[in-house]
């Protein structure tokens, strides 16, 4: 019972993280929304690892935490420059980084 | 079973509030308080060492990392359209749900294994992290050489 508790919640994390990336238009929101789908990702990696013999959770969520730390890092770096040159943070307003 | 289920309500609770606060710096609080849920989660199935790598990698890092590297424009709001999420929100439940009712459990060992084959080395996953972080430094490099450009 457990189990599927962990399950439903990650399938609801799920869309609402896809919920934000859809209906959101600020950078910074759809970021965090796609570290909600990462969290989801996590905890259906828990739940499914509880009936699984061969599935090691560990290498799972390294590479998960990973490609969430490389989109904050990412996210912090685009901003700083955005910040800096005064671009918006409308995705609507984006093409400005075309250079 | 009773606080395992408190805790996934709470999470959810978290998660909306991101959406539906008005500011920046308290949305990423939200998401900071999302992952400590988590971490809380993670404890009352039984992975204590996993829970406690959550909080020290993802809260003590990352989230301290997210809040002082965005601190400069705190006061921004967030721009959701709640309608919008609202709805998409609501037919992705649905449909999950639908998947969740016809999906059964027994037949995840299978999966597994197949996932199992794919990724059985260690080495090719660690391989995966240390080009997930090359992309990162490459993009932050490609990042400061357009802002020395302008």
Redesign the interface.
């Known amino acids: 019972?457990?189990?599927?508790?962990?399950?439903?919640?990650s399938?609801?994390?799920?869309?609402?993280g896809?919920?934000?990336v859809?209906?959101?238009?600020?950078m910074?929101?759809i970021i965090?929304s796609a570290?909600?789908i990462l969290?989801a990702a996590?905890?259906a990696v828990?739940s499914?690892a509880?009936?699984?013999?061969?599935?090691s959770?560990?290498?799972?969520?390294?590479?998960i935490?990973?490609?969430?730390?490389?989109e904050?890092?990412?996210?912090?770096?685009?901003?700083?420059?955005m910040?800096?040159?005064e671009i918006s943070?409308?995705i609507d307003k984006l093409s400005s980084l075309k250079? | 079973m009773l606080i395992l289920l408190l805790a996934a309500l709470l999470e959810l609770v978290f998660v909306l509030y991101i959406f539906q606060l008005k500011k920046m710096l308290y949305a990423i609080l939200a998401l900071v308080l999302v992952f400590i849920a988590n971490a809380a989660i993670f404890a009352l199935v039984g992975m204590v060492f996993v829970a406690i790598l959550q909080l020290f990698v993802i809260v003590g890092g990352i989230a301290t990392y997210l809040l002082v590297g965005l601190s400069p424009s705190m006061p921004m709001a967030v721009s959701i359209s709640k309608p919008k999420f609202a709805l998409s929100a609501i037919v992705l439940m649905l449909a999950f749900s639908f998947a969740i009712s016809k999906m059964g459990f027994a037949s995840s060992k299978a999966t597994s294994i197949n996932i199992y084959a794919i990724f059985g080395n260690i080495s090719f996953l660690y391989l995966l992290v240390l080009a997930l972080f090359a992309i990162c430094i490459a993009a932050i490099v490609v990042i400061k050489k357009i802002g020395v450009k302008k």
């Open positions: 019972m457990s189990i599927m508790i962990v399950a439903i919640l399938f609801f994390m799920l869309s609402f896809i919920a934000g859809v209906s959101s238009k600020n910074i929101m965090i570290e909600l969290v996590s905890l828990v499914f509880f009936e699984s013999l061969f599935l959770v560990m290498e799972f969520l390294l590479t935490w990973s490609v969430m730390a490389m904050i890092i990412a996210l912090v770096a685009a901003y700083r420059y910040h800096r040159e943070f409308d250079g």
